[in-house]
């Protein structure tokens, strides 16, 4: 008897056009190249233009009409949006709510998730349920960022600000009916997600302001001050990263009974090319296993994996069958991996 299932029906990206080189970094800041590639692995990033031209909901309609069209549906037959973002159109509403607009679908509910580096994978997980809920055929989820307008780009803010970009990318869950639901089955459906969060570590990876921590919502004294801008513990969250991604993926392995040469591509987040390479140093993988996208993109955000997936397919690299770990780590502190058959 066949069972209900979700899976991955439609896959969309768009990251704005402008791309930013290491070397036009240094009109900003003092950084080099050399310091940059060597210590993240990251050689450009993509910014959205500095102005009104496009907002966070913006990129994401393009990854997601890509999504939407990759599965062979239209808008109208979404049952929920979920947006996955730390760079919102507003402080509120939501982007979610931005993005239905744009969509043209009112009615459907719309939510958005504050996971950061990890809500691509909490997304996934609770698109996944109301699906296998039965509650709706297809969810519509986004990760979806433009951290550029965030950043302080002076030699005060380098070490962050060179390693993030901006780019949106989007999936279609769906409903499917799979005959083999074990983990070794070459069904495609997504089979776990194992989430975590640790709060003690809030501090370590935070935008403050606006916020009710503040005396007042937003203190204007606070611009330029330091906390008008992210701030991270740069050396806390590498070593936590490295060990808390390897072992999550761990876990989503060994709740399904799976090793980790099972695993045919790991796409996970990607913060920096070091915290890749460790990662697959840990499980004792090769780093070919590993897709990387680091380089050209930066860090994404919630953006990652989705723009990963994509990148994948194109490379020839992700194809159907295939058993995708996905593994991410960020601000919260927060963790999670995703399992599934692609
Ligand atoms: N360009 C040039 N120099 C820089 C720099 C930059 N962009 N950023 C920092 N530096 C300097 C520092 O000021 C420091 O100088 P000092 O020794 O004179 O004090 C020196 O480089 C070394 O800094 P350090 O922080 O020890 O470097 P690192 O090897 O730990 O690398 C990160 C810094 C940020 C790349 C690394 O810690 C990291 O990747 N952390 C995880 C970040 C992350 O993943 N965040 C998102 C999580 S989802």
Redesign the pocket.
């Known amino acids: 008897m066949p069972h209900l299932r979700s899976r991955i029906s439609g896959l969309g990206m768009c990251v704005p056009p402008w791309v930013v080189s290491n070397d036009e970094l240094t009109q900003w800041?003092?950084?080099?190249d050399e310091?940059?590639t060597q210590?993240?692995g990251i050689r450009q990033r993509h910014w959205a233009a500095q102005d009104t031209s496009t907002s966070t909901s913006g990129l994401a309609v393009d990854a997601c009409r890509d999504a939407l069209a990759q599965s062979g549906i239209a808008a109208t037959d979404v049952g929920m949006i979920i947006f996955a973002t730390l760079s919102p159109d507003a402080v509120f509403p939501g982007s979610a709510c931005f993005l239905q607009g744009k969509l043209g679908v009112p009615g459907i509910p719309a939510l958005d998730i504050r996971q950061?580096?990890t809500g691509f994978v909490y997304g996934l997980s609770i698109a996944d349920l109301y699906v296998r809920a039965g509650l709706h055929e297809h969810v519509l989820l986004v990760g979806s960022e433009i951290q550029s307008k965030a950043l302080d780009k002076s030699t005060r803010g380098?070490?962050?600000?060179?390693?993030f970009g901006d780019g949106a990318g989007a999936v279609v869950v769906s409903a499917t009916q799979v005959e083999d639901v074990s983990a070794r089955s070459k069904e495609s459906f997504l089979l776990s997600h194992h989430l975590h969060a640790d709060g003690s570590f809030a501090e370590d990876?935070l935008f403050r302001s606006p916020g009710t921590s503040n005396r007042i919502w937003n203190p204007p004294e606070l611009v330029p001050e330091r906390e008008a801008y992210p701030q991270?513990n740069?050396?806390l969250?590498?070593q936590h990263?490295v060990k808390r991604m390897p072992e999550v993926a761990l876990e989503a392995l060994e709740a399904n009974g799976l090793a980790v040469d099972d695993v045919d591509l790991f796409v996970n987040?990607q913060?920096?090319k070091?915290?890749n390479d460790k990662f697959a140093e840990s499980l004792g993988v090769s780093p070919e296993k590993v897709f990387d996208t680091i380089d050209l993109y930066g860090?994404t955000?919630a953006a990652t994996i989705p723009i990963g997936l994509a990148e994948a397919v194109k490379a020839g690299k992700l194809k159907p069958g295939m058993l995708v770990a996905c593994a991410a780590?960020?601000?919260g502190f927060t963790w999670g991996a995703s399992l599934l058959r692609w």
């Open positions: 800041m003092d950084t080099s310091w940059i210590r993240t950061q580096c380098r070490d962050m600000t060179v390693l990876l991270m740069g050396r969250v590498f990263a987040h913060a920096n070091r915290i860090n955000t780590f960020g601000s």
